[in-house]
């Protein structure tokens, strides 16, 4: 018989291995219990799981399906936090992305450019440049030092006028009088995630995603694990933990209700939108990062596209479909227009998403200076809460959130290792991109699909391209997204989790912004490939292709309204694919990544 279908690694997230992973939730007490599939959910089980503890995860929705799917994409140490004499920070993230590009995430992290154009004479390049050399110096010098070697990025270099619009023509001259260039670290949020989550099963962590936490169970004041709901089949769980760390971002607060009392902290909602516009209709060879009234404006290089953001403004509705306006986007498009030769519109814009920061509350009201840093708290025994923090600097805060959870467990436990455990597909990953042309070769395939493979999924693209080799079909692109193979779809529901076909068009590949149509014709093939490994019949697969459309018809409609109220209704006009997942729109339940 053919084989159409390669052995599973013991890191897949299948069918099989959820199912396996909820029974051992029903019927097993385990260490620690992790509320939340968002990067520090995730990077909670791998730091645990990697100490010998024994470890299951809940999460909602879908890994990343909040905001560890919707941000800037960089892995960075925060230029603008040195403005903010917040150096220990800025020297935290630093290290981190010192780790990932050198030692634990070389495939999934690479370096990306960006230029900072002067506007005055004189000072200005003083002033700007002397952070830029900290910046540097900090980075360099911790890579230097680090356990993942020298991997020192290059060093950031001061530009004239001239130089500045040869490397990005289509910079308005006037808009500038001078530039420094310097490096940072770019990253697919989602699939960064997805990595950590499939390390953390690689090393024994339970992971089920579609299961929301409804309760805390309790024995006395202590904490003793929590209630589950499986959304795919009703059925209720309860998980008992030695210890339970909730890990849910802007949901927090949903977990502190169930915890009655006074809070420790507040977790305030930032939202930040982005828009996604052809690589051609903007010529430049660099990134841009652009000072403005409130923040920063990024200029991102993405492939055959540009991301351009972020907004940062309050959001108090619904906390799982955070929409952006005609406001928000409009104020992307006239602040970047106010450096471009030629402007861009909204009929350039192919792609728009909109992601929630979770922000420690402070004195202020406004959000551009709420806390970026982290913090961990144990309001009841049994129960460790971690809040706050940047994408880049989650691996300190999932380490952060263990050390507190076992030291209630009364007994020795060994530090965090994480720093010297490589994700998934890291290990070997620079002998087989020396080898690309070679893999081309062997699968017939063209070296750029070889690269493309290569940088999402690391070594394991050899499994998806032993998929690709079983049937045709696969090992073509799909319908009306070209940048991806039809094995990448089928292997999203084979080894990486995904359950439904928003999962495969928006987090196992970035379809639903990357393309014009925002994915409506790739939607059908993506479900007929997926189909037979989700065990679906057509009328369920015309259901999912029907929630998809619908989502993206709603967000269409959201954007086109111009505040935030009018397009919250709006885009509550397509309902959750998954059952139950948000039984209250207003007060949604915790547990999203």
Not at 90 to 106: K, N
Not at 151 to 164: D, I, M, N, Q, S
Not at 563 to 574: K, Q, S
């Given at each position: 018989?053919?084989?159409?279908?390669?052995?599973?690694?013991?890191?897949?997230?299948?069918?099989?291995?959820?199912?396996?992973?909820?029974?051992?939730?029903?019927?097993?007490?385990?260490?620690?219990?992790v509320?939340?599939?968002?990067?520090?959910?995730?990077?909670?089980?791998?730091?645990?799981?990697?100490?010998?503890?024994?470890?299951?995860?809940?999460?909602?929705?879908?890994?990343?399906?909040?905001?560890?799917?919707?941000?800037?994409?960089?892995?960075?140490?925060?230029?603008?936090?040195?403005?903010?004499?917040?150096?220990?920070?800025?020297?935290?993230?630093?290290?981190?992305?010192?780790?990932?590009?050198?030692?634990?995430?070389?495939?999934?992290?690479?370096t990306?450019?960006?230029?900072?154009?002067?506007?005055?004479h004189?000072?200005?390049?003083?002033?700007?440049?002397?952070?830029?050399?900290?910046?540097?110096?900090?980075?360099?010098?911790?890579?230097?030092?680090g356990?993942?070697?020298d991997?020192?990025?290059?060093?950031?270099?001061?530009?004239?006028?001239?130089?500045?619009l040869?490397?990005?023509?289509?910079?308005?001259?006037?808009?500038?009088?001078?530039?420094?260039?310097?490096?940072?670290?770019?990253?697919?949020?989602?699939?960064?995630?997805?990595?950590?989550?499939?390390?953390?099963?690689?090393?024994?962590?339970?992971?089920?995603?579609?299961?929301?936490v409804?309760?805390?169970?309790?024995?006395?004041?202590?904490?003793?694990?929590?209630?589950?709901?499986?959304?795919?089949?009703?059925?209720?769980?309860?998980?008992?933990?030695?210890?339970?760390?909730?890990?849910?971002?802007?949901?927090?607060?949903?977990?502190?209700?169930?915890?009655?009392?006074?809070?420790?902290?507040?977790?305030?909602a930032?939202?930040?939108?982005?828009?996604?516009?052809?690589?051609?209709?903007?010529?430049?060879?660099?990134?841009?990062?652009?000072?403005?009234?409130?923040?920063?404006?990024?200029?991102?290089?993405?492939?055959?596209?540009?991301?351009?953001?972020?907004?940062?403004?309050?959001?108090?509705?619904?906390?799982?479909?955070?929409?952006?306006?005609?406001?928000?986007?409009?104020?992307l498009?006239?602040?970047?227009?106010?450096?471009?030769?030629?402007?861009?519109?909204?009929?350039?814009?192919?792609?728009?998403?909109?992601?929630?920061?979770?922000?420690?509350?402070?004195?202020?009201?406004?959000?551009t200076?709420?806390?970026?840093?982290?913090?961990?708290?144990s309001?009841?025994?049994?129960?460790?809460?971690?809040?706050?923090?940047?994408?880049?600097?989650?691996?300190?805060?999932?380490?952060?959130?263990?050390?507190?959870?076992?030291?209630?467990?009364g007994?020795?436990?060994?530090?965090?290792?994480?720093?010297?455990?490589?994700?998934?597909?890291?290990?070997?990953?620079?002998?087989?991109?020396?080898?690309?042309?070679?893999?081309?070769?062997?699968?017939?395939?063209?070296?750029?699909?070889?690269?493309?493979?290569?940088?999402?999924?690391?070594?394991?693209?050899?499994?998806?391209?032993?998929?690709?080799?079983?049937?045709?079909?696969?090992?073509?692109?799909?319908?009306?997204?070209?940048?991806?193979?039809?094995?990448e779809?089928?292997?999203?529901?084979?080894?990486?989790?995904?359950?439904?076909?928003?999962?495969?068009?928006?987090?196992?590949?970035?379809?639903?912004?990357?393309?014009q149509?925002?994915?409506?014709?790739?939607?059908?093939?993506?479900?007929?490939?997926?189909?037979?490994?989700?065990g679906?019949?057509?009328?369920?697969?015309?259901?999912?292709?029907?929630?998809?459309?619908?989502?993206?018809?709603?967000?269409?409609a959201?954007?086109?309204?111009?505040?935030?109220?009018?397009?919250?209704?709006?885009?509550?006009?397509?309902?959750?694919?998954?059952?139950d997942?948000?039984?209250d729109?207003?007060?949604?339940?915790?547990?999203?990544?």
């Open positions: 018989m053919t084989q159409t279908r390669p052995a599973a690694s013991p890191a897949s997230l299948d069918s099989t291995r959820r199912a396996e992973a909820l029974r051992r939730m029903r019927t097993e007490e385990v260490d620690i219990a509320i939340g599939g968002g990067v520090t959910g995730s990077g909670v089980a791998l730091d645990a799981a990697t100490r010998g503890l024994s470890v299951a995860l809940v999460e909602a929705r879908d890994l990343a399906a909040g905001t560890s799917s919707r941000s800037s994409k960089l892995i960075h140490g925060g230029l603008r936090y040195l403005e903010q004499l917040n150096a220990p920070l800025v020297r935290e993230a630093l290290r981190e992305r010192s780790l990932m590009l050198d030692t634990l995430a070389p495939h999934l992290v690479r990306v450019p960006f230029l900072l154009p002067l506007t005055r004189g000072w200005e390049r003083a002033y700007i440049g002397s952070g830029v050399l900290l910046y540097d110096t900090l980075g360099q010098g911790l890579a230097r030092i356990p993942g070697g991997g020192t990025l290059p060093h950031h270099r001061h530009l004239t006028r001239k130089a500045a040869r490397v990005f023509p289509s910079l308005r001259p006037d808009a500038l009088v001078g530039a420094i260039q310097y490096w940072d670290g770019q990253v697919d949020d989602a699939r960064h995630t997805l990595f950590v989550a499939r390390t953390a099963a690689r090393y024994g962590a339970s992971v089920a995603t579609s299961a929301r409804t309760g805390l169970l309790r024995d006395g004041d202590r904490v003793t694990g929590v209630t589950v709901l499986d959304l795919e089949s009703g059925e209720r769980i309860a998980l008992r933990a030695r210890q339970t760390i909730n890990a849910t971002g802007v949901w927090t607060d949903e977990i502190q209700s169930m915890v009655g009392g006074p809070s420790p902290f507040t977790v305030r930032s939202k930040g939108v982005h828009i996604v516009v052809p690589r051609e209709r903007v010529h430049g060879e660099t990134g841009l990062i652009l000072r403005t009234e409130r923040s920063v404006l990024f200029v991102i290089p993405w492939g055959s596209h540009w991301i351009i953001g972020t907004t940062d403004t309050e959001w108090d509705l619904d906390l799982a479909h955070p929409v952006a306006t005609s406001a928000d986007i409009d104020y498009l006239t602040t970047v227009n106010r450096v471009l030769r030629t402007p861009l519109s909204t009929d350039d814009v192919i792609g728009v998403y909109a992601g929630l920061r979770p922000l420690l509350a402070g004195e202020s009201d406004d959000t200076q709420l806390s970026r840093e982290h913090a961990v708290v309001p009841l025994p049994g129960l460790t809460m971690v809040a706050g923090g940047k994408y880049t600097t989650y691996r300190v805060m999932a380490a952060d959130a263990v050390d507190a959870a076992v030291r209630g467990m007994r020795p436990v060994p530090p965090s290792c994480t720093e010297k455990i490589p994700l998934l597909g890291a290990d070997g990953y620079p002998a087989l991109w020396n080898a690309r042309e070679t893999l081309a070769r062997r699968y017939g395939l063209r070296v750029n699909w070889i690269e493309h493979l290569l940088h999402r999924y690391g070594t394991l693209a050899e499994e998806v391209l032993a998929l690709a080799a079983t049937r045709p079909e696969l090992a073509t692109a799909l319908p009306g997204a070209p940048a991806y193979l039809g094995a779809a089928v292997y999203a529901a084979t080894h990486e989790g995904a359950l439904h076909l928003d999962d495969v068009l928006t987090r196992r590949t970035r379809i639903s912004i990357e393309t149509d925002r994915g409506v014709e790739a939607a059908p093939a993506v479900a007929a490939l997926i189909a037979p490994t989700l679906w019949d057509a009328a369920a697969r015309d259901r999912e292709v029907g929630h998809y459309l619908a989502r993206v018809a709603a967000e269409r959201a954007q086109e309204q111009a505040d935030d109220a009018t397009a919250d209704a709006t885009r509550a006009g397509a309902p959750d694919v998954r059952r997942a948000y039984p729109r207003r007060a949604p339940a915790p547990a999203a990544g």
